[in-house]
């Protein structure tokens, strides 16, 4: 049995699905993704870009590309936050928020060396991402 959640936009004229597993959950601290999400911290869902759909008001979701590897996306109606696709790493961020049934289980925290919120939660923390996505591979104290 495949496993299904819905989420919503802020105003719920955009509806999303994702299937599946994550393929991971964990915490970005980048003045990007903070700036972007109005918080100090982002909960992020990766998700593999097939087991994301988008199941009411596509003509509503726009899209912003502040950096490269960063494809925002967002309802234009309401500005709600929807998701981020990472077509470098072939992944889609769904912020986790955004699916209330999801169960959100961080396993990491990347760029770390740009935090204004430390946690002291024991997950491994990286300076800027794992070697095997293209970072330095370099871990950061709590």
């Known amino acids: 049995m495949v496993t299904a959640h819905k989420g919503t936009c802020f105003c719920g004229s955009v509806e999303i699905e994702v299937s599946g597993a994550p393929e991971g959950m964990g915490y970005c601290h980048c003045t990007s993704c903070r700036a972007w999400s109005g918080g100090p911290v982002n909960a992020f869902s990766l998700w593999k870009p097939e087991n994301v759909r988008v199941t009411k008001g596509q003509d509503l979701v726009g899209e912003y590309a502040g950096v490269p590897n960063s494809k925002r996306r967002f309802c234009k109606q309401c500005g709600g936050h929807i998701m981020t696709d990472h077509p470098?790493?072939?992944?889609?961020?769904?912020?986790?928020?955004?699916?209330?049934?999801?169960?959100?289980?961080?396993?990491?925290?990347?760029?770390?060396?740009?935090?204004?919120?430390?946690?002291?939660?024991?997950?491994?923390?990286?300076?800027?991402?794992?070697?095997?996505?293209?970072?330095?591979g370099k871990k950061v104290a709590e």
């Open 88 to 136: 470098e790493w072939g992944v889609t961020d769904v912020f986790a928020a955004a699916i209330p049934s999801l169960i959100f289980e961080p396993g990491v925290h990347v760029n770390y060396a740009e935090t204004v919120l430390p946690m002291r939660d024991g997950l491994p923390k990286y300076r800027d991402f794992p070697a095997e996505i293209g970072g330095s």
